[in-house]
């Protein structure tokens, strides 16, 4: 990093959000299924260069340049890092410093679900386990409550009537404003909403993995689903980790997600893949796009989708990801289809 960006950087400590940030029209909101909330059809995701081993002014840097572009939610939960717990510390320590006066300006949205500490009430579904972390979360940001708190995968050790009651009163005791879940396919789904709709919990969204290469969504039912019952799809890894971008299209960088991530591996990396993403960059560039601007396009071409939750390690890859064009013609997508299709 040169001296000058730097400079630019450690000056965010004193800077304040724009005021014309609304009003830039960068970006568009939609609601979250049948409720009154609404999101932006782009979200920040803090899963990774949040931690404690990432650089805080980046961080503070990406914030700002986010909420200046009118995104106004961010997504958390309660293990990002590395290490757990720290994306909710950093972020906390930003909003404490700038956006203290904004907070209701901000949807903030954090999960509990996988392995947070040792002994048997660290992770799961239990009453225990999602209230205890849900305050921890929130000592953890300096938050009285956040927007959306999300179951963040399903137990099948504990009864989903236990899980969703103790949402519901996590909702009631005004720790949480809407209910949201993660990771639960169509029938795990249906469970939980069959529970909801006997307490009349605010359930919004499901928070699932949906991109052009990843369709489980479409082919166990849920996407359809969601729009036949009125809760909204947030898609995460709208661009597979970045496969759907022009990142590996020439190799695997030194300071990729690949090279430092164990959760994107090089093997998925194949000649078959990297054809169908050449060929995707074809049909992106003659709606003059970029692939990665083409793939945040398609999740978002229908309303199901309230929003894409994207992860950044810099500004400029915020920026870039606002470039969204949810309008396609039938020969498009009839195109991309074919594209993916072939084996």
């Not at 660290?122 to 009285?144: E, F, I, P």
């Not at 049909?283 to 229908?302: H, N």
Request: hydrophobic residues 35%; charged residues 30%; glycine residues 8%.
């Amino acid at each position: 990093m040169d001296d000058f960006t730097l400079g630019n950087l450690m000056r965010n400590k004193e800077r304040i959000p724009d005021p014309m940030r609304y009003k830039k029209g960068l970006v568009n909101y939609r609601r979250a299924g049948g409720s009154g909330l609404k999101l932006p059809e782009v979200s920040l995701g803090l899963w990774h260069n949040f931690g404690s081993v990432d650089n805080f002014e980046v961080m503070r840097d990406m914030v700002f340049t986010a909420f200046d572009s009118g995104i106004c939610h961010f997504d958390l939960a309660n293990n990002y890092g590395p290490r757990s717990g720290s994306a909710e510390e950093n972020f906390g320590k930003i909003l404490r410093e700038n956006f203290r006066g904004y907070r209701d300006e901000m949807c903030i949205s954090t999960k509990a679900g996988f392995g947070m500490w040792k002994g048997p009430y660290g992770d799961g579904g239990s009453k225990k386990y999602l209230v205890a972390s849900l305050d921890q979360s929130l000592a953890r940001m300096g938050l009285d409550y956040v927007d959306i708190f999300y179951h963040h995968r399903p137990d099948q050790n504990t009864p989903v009537e236990e899980t969703c009651y103790a949402l519901h009163r996590i909702v009631e005791q005004g720790k949480a404003l809407y209910i949201g879940i993660s990771n639960y396919d169509k029938e795990q789904t249906e469970a939980a909403v069959a529970v909801f709709r006997e307490l009349k919990t605010p359930f919004i969204l499901n928070q699932f993995c949906y991109n052009l290469l990843d369709r489980r969504a479409e082919e166990n039912g849920l996407k359809r689903y969601a729009a036949e019952t009125g809760f909204g799809i947030i898609a995460y890894s709208p661009l597979a980790q970045g496969l759907l971008s022009d990142r590996y299209l020439r190799g695997i960088p030194a300071d990729s997600r690949m090279r430092k991530s164990f959760t994107l591996k090089e093997e998925r990396l194949t000649p078959a893949l990297l054809k169908k993403l050449f060929a995707l960059k074809e049909v992106a560039e003659r709606r003059g796009q970029t692939l990665a601007e083409l793939a945040l396009s398609w999740v978002l071409k229908d309303k199901v989708v309230t929003s894409v939750i994207v992860g950044a390690s810099s500004s400029k890859q915020i920026r870039e990801n606002l470039k969204v064009n949810p309008a396609f013609t039938e020969e498009e997508l009839e195109e991309i289809e074919r594209i993916c299709r072939e084996e």
